[in-house]
C-alpha cells in the first residue's frame, strides 16, 4: 500500500510540476529495516517535495517510545522491539498562494520488551493530511475538507469531525498559540476497530491525497506575486520549521531513534525565514489567516472579527478547522455530506 | 553588570554596521520580571543582530528546571520559586565569510519549593561565547579563543580548558553528529566559586566580546561572496536553527516557561535554508568546515584528514575547540599563554 500510493503520488506531483524529477534514495537502517525516499528539489511548481516510505524495526529507546505513542501511559522500562511501516510527505510549493500539503500514514506494533516476555503486544495505526497555506482561498479550504471528510465517511462517520478536530489539537505552535495550518484530519493510537479496515482506511486516506490536492495547486501555482507575498510565505515556513523541530512527533521520534536524517528533515522547507516581532497590518490577508490561526479559545461568538465570521455560516461549516468544531461542539450535529 | 554589558556590545555594532540602528522593546513577563530586546535586522553588515537583557522571576514548572539546570539531578516535584537575570546574543551578519557570534550569561537562582520550606536554595552562573563561521579562516579562530583564554586566565588558569571543552560539547547537534560552529566557551551550574568572583568572571566575559568579534567582522565584512557561498551560509543557518529548536537549553527553557517569544526566538537568523542530502565537494572550504565540525569521536591520530591537521600543530592547539582536546585531553597539559 505504502508503495503504491508513493508512486502515484509522486507521478501526481511531477505531471502538475511539468519540469521537476523525483529523485530517488534508497537507504537501509543499522538498527534493521530501510526506506526509499524521493524528493524533487527546484522544480518548476515544487520548492521542495518529499515522499518517503519506510519500514523500520529494532529496539527503540523509552523516550521514543513516549515520542512514538501519543498516549504512552504504558509506561514501559527498558528498550521496546518495535515494527513501524508508513508513508510520510511533505510538499513545499513556490507560489506564496499554492499551500503547503502533509501527509503521513503509519502502522506501529511494540512487542513486549525482553525482560517481560508475557506482555502482551500492541499495533496501532496513525496519520493525516493537513493544509497549510500563507494565505487562505475559501474555496480550497472548502474543497480539501471535503475530500478528507468522504473519505472518511465511507469507513465511519464519527472519523471526519473526530479526527479534524485532533488534526487541530495536534498541529499547534504552543510557544505562539498559533496552529500550523488549516488543518485536515489526524489520528493516532488508533486500534479500536478491526485491523484491516483500519488499513483500508489509511489506504483511502493516501489515495484521497491527490485528488484533495492538486486541484487547489493547478489552481494556484501561476498567480502573480510581489516580494511581500514571498516574504510573507517564508514567515510561515518558519512557523513550519517550529512545529516539526519542537513538537512533531515524527520527526522527534526519528530524531532520538538515530532515524535517517535526510529523509527525517525532508519535511523542512527548502528556505524560511524569521524576523523579529512581525506583524501584519490589521484586515491585511496576512493577518486573516494569523487571525485564523489563533485558538479562539473561551471566546464568544461575539468577539469574532469579521474575518472569522464565515466560520459560522452553516454552509461553511467544513471549511475551517478549528473556529467552529472548537466553539459549537459537542452540540453541534454531525455534519452531513 | 547586563545593562552595561548590552549598551557597549550594541555601541560597538552599530559603530561597526555603519548603517542599522537597534529599535529597543521594553517588555514585561506576566509571571513577574520583564526585559529589555534590542533589535538591529537588516543592517549593513548584520542580517539579525539580537542583543537582550532580561531580569524574571516567578514558578517554573518541574520540566522548566531540568531544562534550566544542567545536571538536575536534584528533581524536585511541583513548581519551584525562581529567579534569573541575564544577558543573551546572537549576531548573524550577512556576509557569508564573517562569522555568526553567540553570547549569553545569566544568575540563576532557584528556592525551596513551597512544600518543602525548609529546603536549601540554590544558585548558580552560567553562560559562554561562542563562534559560528560558515567558512575557517585560521586566523579568526585563533583570535577569538585567545581573547576567550585571557578572559578565563584572569581567573582561573583551569577554566579556558574546562569551559571550551564543554562548549564543544554543548553546542552539539546530536542528530547530524556535528558541533554547530568552532566553539569558545560554556560553562554552567557553576557555584564551587565565591559568588562575586563568579559575577566579575561573567562581567569579564562579557566585556570580551567586542573585542573577540569585531576585529573578525571588519576583517570580513566586505569580502567578496558569489551565490553558491551565500547558499552556504543559508544551509549553516538551517543548522543553527536545528541545534536552537532542538537542543538549546536556554532556548527550550524559555519556550516551557511561556517566555517572551520574540525575545527567545531572535535568536533564529533571519533566513535559512535545508536541502536534501547537501554534500559539499571533498576538499572544498565547505568540506573543509563540515570536516572540522563532524566529531572525531575515536578517530587516532593517523586517520586525520588534511584540513584538520593544523589541529595537531602545537602552536596552533587554541584554534579549533574540539578535534584536538578531544584526542589529546586528559594527557594533555593546559595551555601556556
Chains 1, 2 share one sequence.
Request: hydrophobic residues 35%; glycine residues 8%.
Amino acid at each position: 500500500m505504502i508503495r503504491d500510493a508513493q508512486d502515484s503520488v509522486c507521478q501526481a506531483i511531477e505531471a502538475a510540476d511539468g519540469g521537476g524529477k523525483f529523485k530517488e534514495d534508497v537507504w537501509s537502517r543499522p538498527g534493521g529495516g530501510g526506506g526509499i525516499s524521493r524528493v524533487l528539489q527546484d522544480g518548476a511548481v515544487w520548492e521542495k517535495a518529499g515522499v518517503n516510505v519506510s519500514v523500520v524495526y529494532g529496539m527503540m529507546p523509552p523516550e521514543a517510545y513516549r515520542a512514538a505513542k501519543a498516549a504512552a501511559t504504558d509506561q514501559k522500562p527498558g528498550p521496546i522491539p518495535f515494527f513501524a511501516a508508513g508513508i510520510s510527505s511533505v510538499l513545499h510549493p513556490k507560489n506564496p498562494f499554492a499551500p503547503t500539503l502533509h501527509f503521513n500514514y503509519r502502522y506501529f506494533e511494540t512487542d513486549a520488551p525482553k525482560d517481560a516476555p508475557g506482555a502482551p503486544r500492541q499495533w496501532w495505526f496513525g496519520g493525516g493530511t493537513d493544509l497549510t497555506p500563507a494565505y487562505i482561498f475559501e474555496e480550497d479550504v472548502k474543497h480539501f475538507h471535503s475530500v478528507q471528510k468522504s473519505a472518511c465517511d465511507k469507513f465511519d462517520r464519527t472519523f471526519y469531525p473526530r479526527f479534524k478536530k485532533w488534526c487541530d489539537d495536534y498541529f499547534y505552535i504552543k510557544h505562539r498559540g498559533e496552529r500550523r495550518g488549516l488543518g485536515g484530519i489526524f489520528f493516532d493510537d488508533l486500534n479500536d476497530y478491526d485491523q484491516e479496515m483500519l488499513l483500508s482506511f489509511a489506504t483511502e486516506c493516501a489515495n484521497s491525497v491527490v485528488p484533495a490536492y492538486i486541484p487547489i495547486i493547478e489552481k494556484r501555482k501561476d498567480t502573480p506575486f510581489t516580494d511581500q507575498h514571498k516574504a510573507w510565505q517564508q514567515l510561515r515556513r518558519g512557523r513550519y520549521v517550529e512545529f516539526n523541530l519542537v513538537y512533531d512527533r515524527g520527526t522527534t521520534f526519528g530524531l532520538k531513534t538515530g532515524g535517517r536524517i535526510e529523509s527525517i528533515l525532508v519535511s523542512l522547507p527548502l528556505t524560511a525565514r524569521w524576523e523579529y516581532d512581525h506583524k501584519p497590518q490589521e484586515g491585511s490577508e496576512e493577518w486573516k489567516l494569523l487571525d485564523c490561526l489563533h485558538q479562539p479559545k473561551g471566546v464568544a461568538l461575539i468577539s469574532f472579527s469579521g474575518s472569522c465570521l464565515w466560520n459560522i455560516v452553516p454552509e461553511c461549516s467544513i471549511q475551517l478547522p478549528f473556529c467552529f468544531l472548537e466553539i459549537f461542539s459537542p452540540s453541534f450535529p454531525a455534519i452531513e455530506s
